[in-house]
Structures are given as C-alpha cells and as structure tokens.
T-cell receptor, first 112, second 117 residues
Framework: DAKTTQPPSMDCAEGRAANLPCNHS???????VYWYRQIHSQGPQYIIH???NNETNEMASLIITEDRKSSTLILPHATLRDTAVYYC?????????????FGQGTTLQVKP | GAVVSQHPSWVICKSGTSVKIECRSL??????MFWYRQFPKQSLMLMAT?????????EQGVEKDKFLINHASLTLSTLTVTSAHPEDSSFYIC?????????????FGNGTRLTVT
C-alpha cells in the first residue's frame, strides 16, 4: 500500500489560500488520494478525494500531478476554523475492504 | 450528509471493568465499520474492521479478546473494552463506509474518550 509524506506543520494567514502538499510516489493506478482533517478532540472530517483529475468541492480543491506522485490540497480562503490536522491518505486496494490508514498528517495553524 | 453517531462521547471507568462503545450510521446502511484508537498527539491507529454478520478482522497487535466487536445490524457496531486498564485510556473513533466498495467515503463519529482510573 502506498504511503504518504506530509510536512508536519504549516502556518497560513487568515483569508489567504492554504496549500497543503502530499507526496505519494508509490501510489498504484487504482488507488485514490483522500484528504481528511481532524479538529482537536473530534472525529476526522472528509474533505475531498480524487483518482487522477483535479477535483473541487465546497470545501477545497485537490490538485493531483500528472504522474500522480504528489498532490496538493487547497483551501482557497482559510479561516481560523480551518485550524486542524490534515491527513492525506492513499486508500488501500479494495481487497483490503477500503480501510484508511492514517499517517502523521500536517498540522495547519491559521493565524489572524 | 451521512452521519455517524458514537455513544458515549466520554466515559470514566474503574480498572478491571468493561466499557461498551456504540457506533451507529444514522442515515445509511454500513456493512463495514472501522474502529480506531488515538493517543494524545498521535495519529489514528486502525484497530479492527467490523463486518455485519461476521467476525471482525483485527489489525496486528490488537487483542481480539480484549476489544470485542459486534456488528449485529447494518447500522450498529459496538466495541467493548474488557477488563479495562489505565493504559487503555484513549480516544476511540469509529467510522462507517457509505456506498460501494470502489472509492467509498468513510464517515467518522466524533469519538469516545475513555479514561480508566
């Protein structure tokens, strides 16, 4: 199963875009990239996922490189409530029932 | 959107007692649920996969006789921590899979903070 590498922490100014990188150089062709975030003392919250095309929803945009070895989660206008740990996860293959294995994530601190 | 409810949100118990944590999918059916544990300042660690109508699949190093999982219906899975000890104090989180097996979205409960005294 592909592993991911994320910077342990990042800061972002309120109102600015937050760009969170993730490396997944060993991703295989049928593995999706998922992003979740966890606000302190809560369960993780689904943000977005993609296979190879860029994706956008009401929360964020996901940019996946053409070789699929890395991706970037973009929060276009970060607010203080976006302060959380962000997890980039490559979903294990369907033969493993779709479970998600969490890495250490990136702690995003949005500052006023 | 899909909601997963976990109960209780926190519990304090004495060493040696058992504690049951419930995980419910409120507006969808979940044939598979997952149980995670999280220690302070650490990431989530997958404990087991709960399958409706069959035995749970435990991750390596997780004691199945200590962490009993029952998935009796398509909307309810329970985790029982038996003979709890202070080292079992942790944040326990469940998740449920909505949709088909291909690219499903996992929805998470808000966790149960267990403190064993």
């Amino acid at each position: 199963d592909a592993k991911t590498t994320q910077p342990p922490s990042m800061d972002c100014a309120e109102g600015r875009a937050a760009n969170l990188p993730c490396n997944h150089s060993t991703i295989s062709g049928n593995e999706y990239v998922y992003w979740y975030r966890q606000i302190h003392s809560q369960g993780p919250q689904y943000i977005i996922h993609g296979l190879k095309n860029n994706e956008t929803n009401e929360m964020a945009s996901l940019i996946i490189t053409e070789d699929r070895k890395s991706s970037t989660l973009i929060l276009p206008h970060a607010t203080l409530r976006d302060t959380a740990v962000y997890y980039c996860i490559v979903r294990v293959s369907s033969s493993n029932t779709g479970k998600l294995i969490f890495g250490q994530g990136t702690t995003l601190q949005v500052k006023p | 959107g899909a909601v997963v409810s976990q109960h209780p949100s926190w519990v304090i118990c004495k060493s040696g007692t058992s504690v049951k944590i419930e995980c419910r999918s409120l507006d969808f059916q979940a044939t598979t649920m997952f149980w995670y544990r999280q220690f302070p300042k650490q990431s989530l660690m997958l404990m087991a996969t709960s399958n409706e109508g069959s035995k749970a699949t435990y991750e390596q190093g997780v004691e199945k006789d200590k962490f009993l999982i029952n998935h009796a219906s398509l909307t309810l899975s329970t985790l029982t921590v038996t003979s709890a000890h202070p080292e079992d104090s942790s944040f326990y989180i469940c998740s449920a899979r909505e949709g088909s097996s291909d690219g499903p979205t996992l929805h998470f409960g808000n966790g149960t903070r267990l403190t064993v005294t």
